[in-house]
């Protein structure tokens, strides 16, 4: 150390002098001997000062201990030290290794949080973080100083029981933190069971929480159990509490003259429901009638939930708190309960129902020449399977095929029109299960998207579309009034031009010079490689370059389906925000005034939260059922497509499931391979062999952990 720094080190008293040294080393815990080599003290009874020093300066509490002997700075004494002094707040994103991100709320570059920065912040968390001095060539980092929020502080995992206390390891890999349960605690779980612990406290010197045993779930691996623990890991409750329940025991289903006088009455026009073959609540339904030769009248009907569901009441805060339907493999935990969503509301053929209709009289270009909306009655003719009407489709026989096809033929020129005016067709693969009465998985395949699934996807999305129009399209000098919206960011530049350059190594093109162009590219490229390796896997990431829909009162439009406006008006069963547009439609329909903006823009934001929870959940027990599949398979042979490239090996996914596994670069025992980063590779040192990302391969299934839901896969010729 040169002597014009030992210089300016000795400025002030030694406190002070040590004190600034943790500040020049915010991302360090140093030890009295580290301290001192940096200040450019050798002698021995300076050094024991500078230690003596240390240990009051912990003892006052300017420093904090993070393992025995080394120390650094609390986030509080680092500010007055730190060349910026910047606070953001965000939300923790949570990586197995420990270390962390935060999402910033005003949006721009993740901060990178150290393990030993994160103050107890778990996934999730919404947190205040101090910047800390930017380091050359390196991330921004930053020092996590307060919780403002604890997303959740119940998790699921196995229990490991010692004599006098227990520990239970998280299945979660955003939980790198094992929970310390006291013998009192452990609510008489046993060694090995899968329970849901609560954290009750953290001492601030401890590496692990301390938590309860809420509620053993049972044994790893029984179907049951483990749908129950996804739903508990994403804090989903189990059952619907006893006064909602009640409130819906109350709802008498009644269709008095006094309700039928405030409604269109459509029960004799010809009206169905087009849904999966398994489906028990049915939202939305389609009515046609002939006016004339060119001239047709189509409603989009659905379920009038809120006629049944009034706010205020424990059924409509269930609902909200819930935000959606969650769907997992084997099983549908409603929004609402079962004699709401399979009975009363339900649009089941040959019964009388109440509903919130948008009806439009359509030419034969399928060009909207008036609309209407509001409550109506309707009595549904027919239930349909998708199967069941795409058959009616390519053959032209069944039961009411010239509806059927008129309603096909409609359908298909809007869609062709929205494809032009720019909408992008993103088909990702949607994996399906055959499952044993034990809830084992014998067999899965892939659920196509046929013309009969787009048939329904294009009325539904005119009704969405056309309710946001009539709500927030105005006259240019009058504002609109406060709504529910479903919108779409643009993509963000950066990934989307890493994309592109990922594209270009593939051998593919995306023109990104403007929007309607790269709406076009995009689904050209998506029909140039339907079918071959590497569709899943470019479809995959070109999902990810996009921005997420979410539910909001400022309206931008839908990017990804080039619409202006749009809302969800189409699955009040399911959706809360559905819900809600259909309180604010009939408000306004009435002459009502506007609504608070900032009170439902918070409705908005917890219902975008509980969504992308749901989704996680869902993919969650997907990927489950994928790893359990291939349980009975050790040993055998699939083929597959690399699926990714990183320092630890190849990611392959199967083409029989779409269950993902590592080949490990160490037990590529046949060459020695690097990694080819920048293009997506691994290529072997002495044979010159090539694997690239989209590679078709076949894989030896080595290892299945159902507990991790990992899989090992080996090479093979």
């Not at 002094?85 to 709320?105: L, R």
């Not at 196995?158 to 227990?166: A, P, R, T, V, Y």
């Not at 270009?365 to 009595?379: H, P």
């Not at 062709?416 to 299960?433: D, S």
């Amino acid at each position: 150390m040169s002597s014009k720094k030992n210089k300016r080190k000795f400025k002030g008293t030694l406190q002070g002098v040590i004190l600034s040294e943790f500040a020049d080393n915010p991302f360090k815990a140093l030890n009295y001997k580290q301290v001192s080599f940096n200040l450019g003290i050798r002698d021995k009874a300076t050094r024991d000062m500078v230690r003596r020093v240390i240990d009051q300066l912990f003892e006052n509490g300017d420093l904090i201990e993070v393992k025995k002997g080394k120390f650094m700075l609390p986030a509080d004494k680092l500010n007055k030290f730190a060349n910026k002094h910047k606070y953001i707040t965000g939300t923790v994103e949570m990586k197995e290794t420990g270390k962390a991100y935060i999402i910033s709320d005003e949006g721009g570059d993740d901060i990178l949080i150290m393990p030993n920065n994160l103050n107890h912040a778990l996934n999730r968390d919404h947190v205040k973080v101090l910047i800390l001095p930017k380091r050359k060539g390196r991330k921004p980092e930053g020092q996590i100083v307060e919780i403002l929020k604890r997303e959740k502080d119940t998790w699921v995992g196995i229990f490991e029981k010692s004599k006098n206390f227990g520990f239970v390891v998280p299945d979660s890999k955003t939980m790198p933190y094992d929970i310390f349960i006291p013998k009192e605690k452990t609510n008489r779980a046993e060694n090995g069971q899968k329970v849901l612990v609560k954290l009750t406290e953290w001492p601030e010197h401890s590496n692990n929480p301390f938590g309860e045993i809420v509620q053993v779930l049972g044994r790893p691996g029984d179907n049951d159990v483990e749908m129950q623990s996804i739903l508990s890991e994403y804090n989903f409750p189990l059952s619907f509490p006893k006064e909602v329940e009640k409130d819906a025991d109350k709802i008498k289903y009644s269709l008095s003259k006094e309700e039928l006088k405030k409604r269109r009455d459509f029960r004799d026009v010809f009206t169905i429901t087009i849904d999966p073959w398994d489906a028990k609540d049915f939202d939305d339904a389609i009515s046609i009638k002939k006016l004339n030769e060119n001239l047709w009248e189509v409603g989009i009907h659905i379920a009038d939930v809120s006629n049944y569901v009034k706010p205020g009441t424990a059924l409509d805060k269930e609902a909200y708190n819930r935000g959606t339907s969650i769907y997992l493999v084997d099983r549908v935990i409603p929004m609402l309960p079962e004699k709401l969503s399979n009975g009363v509301c339900s649009l089941r053929p040959n019964e009388e129902k109440l509903t919130f209709s948008a009806v439009f009289n359509l030419n034969d270009k399928a060009e909207v020449l008036s609309q209407w909306f509001g409550k109506t009655v309707i009595k549904s003719n027919r239930r349909y399977t998708y199967e069941e009407a795409q058959k009616i489709i390519e053959t032209g026989k069944g039961d009411f095929p010239d509806e059927i096809l008129t309603l096909h033929k409609l359908a298909t020129i809007m869609r062709q029109q929205r494809f032009t005016n720019g909408a992008i067709n993103f088909n990702t693969v949607e994996v399906r299960f055959k499952l044993d009465e034990k809830g084992k998985p014998i067999e899965t395949y892939i659920k196509e998207q046929k013309e009969a699934n787009h048939l329904v996807e294009e009325f539904m999305l005119l009704a969405n579309k056309k309710v946001a129009e009539h709500v927030g399209k105005t006259a240019r000098n009058k504002k609109a009034k406060t709504f529910v919206y479903r919108i779409h960011d643009e993509p963000n530049p950066e990934k989307l031009n890493t994309f592109v350059q990922f594209l270009k190594k593939m051998g593919h093109h995306l023109n990104i010079s403007n929007r309607q162009a790269l709406a076009q590219s995009y689904n050209e490229l998506f029909n140039k490689i339907k079918g071959k390796g590497e569709e899943n896997l470019i479809e995959t990431i070109a999902i990810r370059t996009m921005s997420k829909a979410i539910y909001s009162t400022d309206n931008i439009g839908h990017y990804g389906l080039a619409f202006p406006y749009y809302s969800h008006f189409t699955s009040p069963i399911r959706r809360y925000p559905d819900m809600m547009v259909h309180r604010l439609l009939q408000r306004y329909l009435e002459g009502g005034s506007s609504v608070n903006k900032e009170e439902y823009e918070e409705y908005c934001k917890h219902s975008s939260d509980m969504e992308k929870r749901a989704t996680e959940a869902e993919r969650e027990s997907i990927k489950y059922k994928q790893v359990e599949f291939l349980q009975d398979k050790v040993g055998k042979v699939f083929e597959g497509v690399i699926s990714g490239v990183s320092k630890w090996g190849l990611f392959v996914e199967l083409s029989v499931s779409k269950s993902e596994g590592l080949i490990r670069m160490q037990q590529m025992a046949d060459d020695f391979y690097v990694l080819d980063e920048d293009n997506y590779r691994i290529l072997g040192r002495n044979s010159g062999m090539v694997y690239r990302l989209g590679d078709k391969v076949n894989v030896l299934v080595k290892k299945v952990d159902l507990g991790r839901r990992q899989l090992d896969f080996e090479l093979v010729d």
